[in-house]
T-cell receptor
Framework: AQTVTQSQPEMSVQEAETVTLSCTYD???????LFWYKQPPSRQMILVIR??????QNATENRFSVNFQKAAKSFSLKISDSQLGDAAMYFC????????????FGTGTLLAVQP | NAGVTQTPKFRILKIGQSMTLQCTQD?????MYWYRQDPGMGLKLIYY???????DKGEVPNGYNVSRSTTEDFPLRLELAAPSQTSVYFC????????????????????FGPGTRLLVL
């Protein structure tokens, strides 16, 4: 069975600095997708970034980028120039390719941004 | 384009009562999902649907039922509420499409609703 592990329950970063959130996963599949979702206090889940396993290039979305290490099954999120609005719970998620489409979530990392 | 909408936002139920959580999406997505999120935990899949008339169990389906009579709507039914069902419930949707770089079907990103907070006392 696939699993997603986030080993950092909480992280803190100073405004304008860079922070990296860790995520590891376990799967025997070769085709899959990885995601980072942000959940602010409003509780809505917001997609931050998406990575296809078959792509070697790391995904980037503005200030957000990932370090995807397929062999190590690692998928970390880097937030550059952190802003107060980045404070939220961040969830790493895995989805196998193919006809099924079930997201498996990690337990989350609570990010605090200090002014 | 409202995306995924959920009602109600918050509800208190007594043990043994029943209720339906509503979910509607206006993006013409084939796939819809129901998740629950317990305090301090990630989301767990309850049920999902790949199209109107088709539903399947997720990771934690016990105590719930779903139906999918239209593409837009995917209600979640709790028949006999129990304290263990106290949680925040999220509905999500996605569109299934063939990925240009893969021979397998690759689904688009899941879009989430704002959630329904349920308290069972």
């Amino acid at each position: 069975a696939q699993t997603v592990t986030q080993s950092q329950p909480e992280m803190s970063v100073q405004e304008a600095e860079t922070v990296t959130l860790s995520c590891t996963y376990d799967t025997s599949e070769s085709d899959y997708y990885l995601f980072w979702y942000k959940q602010p206090p409003s509780r809505q889940m917001i997609l931050v970034i998406r990575q296809e396993a078959y792509k070697q290039q790391n995904a980037t979305e503005n200030r957000f980028s990932v370090n995807f290490q397929k062999a190590a099954k690692s998928f970390s999120l880097k937030i550059s120039d952190s802003q107060l609005g980045d404070a939220a719970m961040y969830f790493c998620a895995y989805r196998a390719g193919g006809a099924t489409n079930k997201l498996i979530f990690g337990t989350g990392t609570l990010l605090a941004v200090q002014p | 384009n409202a995306g995924v909408t959920q009602t109600p936002k918050f509800r208190i139920l007594k043990i043994g009562q029943s209720m339906t959580l509503q979910c509607t999406q206006d993006m013409n997505h084939n796939y819809m999902y129901w998740y629950r999120q317990d305090p301090g935990m990630g989301l767990k899949l309850i049920y999902y649907s790949v199209g109107a008339g088709i539903t399947d169990k997720g990771e934690v389906p016990n105590g719930y039922n779903v139906s999918r009579s239209t593409t837009e709507d995917f209600p979640l039914r709790l028949e006999l509420a129990a304290p263990s069902q106290t949680s925040v419930y999220f509905c999500a949707s996605s569109y299934s499409m063939r990925d240009k770089g893969s021979t397998l079907f690759a689904q688009e990103t899941q879009y989430f609703g704002p959630g329904t907070r349920l308290l069972v006392l």
